[in-house]
């Protein structure tokens, strides 16, 4: 006896997300056919808005459900700065701080010749355009992860801005606040030392 | 700034699920966005078709597409042996092992009395009944966990149906095949001396 096919194809689905395998998605089913029925059907409709009511802002790449986006068009931000991340996930995340209040450039991902992707596919000629259009634009703050992609990218973009009198900064290095240097990794501690501030 | 809308509900409906804390949640929603239309369209149309097309059998109360359900309504099946389990999900795992052909009774759930289930919250008294309306019935299996409500359950059960004359029998506790000793726990071991066979 296989399970009735609405519970097989739903544990499909829930098998696509990643981190999932079979026995978790098989608890997932389970558990929504418990569910009451409202929620299900708002779980249904979140997941197909998602991927109607959304698309890219034009001007910087962040998720956005207008064009362009709250951020691209809210006229009180610094026009003078735009922040790079490699994930929409990461504005929302620098938003949550409240301490940054210019602009941002979402790549959609990072240079990795592992994976093959080079320079055309993820989303900088749209930013060097932005920056040869905007002559108010005077920093980019480069945000990409600490990884060695990240880090590359955050090299390659430095060459490819720098020349045209742009300064460019990267996020700092160092010990994560409350952390304990006992346990912290030598990568760490080797910026935290390089990059000591003067108190 | 929020997320946008759809993401913030969807991040919502994803935190509804067992063991997705608001991190996870968010996880799984932008990767929602970047996954293809048709997944996503299929997970929604799974979801609501999980509410819309399933119902519990009349007879058994398994999770089913058609009332009576596939294995009540097969006429080859050992209709004189019945095994009640806690939930839908156990008469499946029942069946994959293949070595079983009698019926199945679902009861929803255990008696707990911490959490204020009793006889009457779980589908018990629908089992009475068919009980007393099938004669063929020669022996009830109680296939209930290993936890202390389901062997609770499990006594419940053999002592009301017991005085009808009717054979009730319980899963056998033991140590899992291939299993350690070492590491089996002590009621586990107990169990498996005390229901010891011979060779």
């Known amino acids: 006896m296989q399970y009735p096919e609405p519970i097989a194809k739903l544990i499909d689905s829930y098998m696509h997300l990643p ?37 890219f802002c034009s001007i910087c790449g962040n998720i956005t459900e207008t064009d362009p986006c ?5 006229p009180t931000r610094d026009q003078s700065k735009i922040m790079v991340v490699e994930q929409s996930k990461d504005v929302m995340t620098m938003e949550k701080m409240k301490d940054y209040n210019g602009l941002y450039h979402v790549l959609h991902g990072v240079l990795s010749p592992i994976e093959g992707k080079g320079p055309e596919d993820i989303n900088i000629s749209s930013l ?26 955050a090299m390659y973009l430095a060459k490819l801005i720098k020349p045209a009198g742009i300064k460019v900064t990267r996020l700092s290095h160092g010990l994560s606040v409350g952390s304990d240097i006992e346990y912290a990794d030598e990568m760490t501690l080797s910026k935290a030392v390089s990059g000591r501030t003067e108190m």
């Open 128 to 153: 060097i355009k932005r920056l040869q259009k905007n002559e108010e634009v005077k920093e980019v703050i480069i945000a990409t992860n600490a990884t060695p992609e990240g880090e590359a990218t």
């Open 19 to 55: 981190g999932i395998g079979r026995k978790t998605a098989t608890r997932l089913a389970f558990y929504t056919v418990d569910m009451n029925k409202t929620d299900v059907k708002n779980f249904a409709d979140a997941l197909t808005s998602t991927k109607n009511d959304l698309r």
């Open 70 to 74: 709250e951020i691209c068009s809210d």
